[in-house]
């Protein structure tokens, strides 16, 4: 499932509890390697709204959990 926003995490995540099933959560995914078997739970994908850069007055950054690691690079820089 993608998810665009954290209204619709937020909904998904509801329905999965209250239907008791585990899941898996994917960033990005360029790091991701997945045995040929595939996998039993449903996997929620961050999107568009979950591929953030933002600068914090302290000087850090929050990133989003989709955020690719090529656009952080470019945003650092």
């Known amino acids: 499932v993608e998810l665009r ?4 995490l ?3 995540l ?3 509890a ?3 099933l585990s899941y898996r959560v ?17 996997v ?6 979950f591929r953030y850069v933002r600068p914090e007055p302290s000087g850090r950054f929050r990133l989003g959990g989709g955020v690719s ?3 952080l ?4 820089c």
Request: proline fraction near 2%; aromatic fraction near 0%; charge should be negative.
């Open 5 to 8: 926003s954290h209204d619709q």
């Open 26 to 42: 994917l960033g990005k995914g360029s790091n991701l390697l997945i045995g040929d078997e595939g996998v039993e739970e449903p």
């Open 73 to 76: 690079s470019n945003e650092l």
């Open 10 to 12: 937020l909904s998904v």
């Open 44 to 49: 929620l994908m961050l999107g568009a709204g």
């Open 14 to 16: 509801d329905r999965l």
């Open 69 to 71: 690691l090529m656009k």
């Open 18 to 20: 209250g239907e008791r």
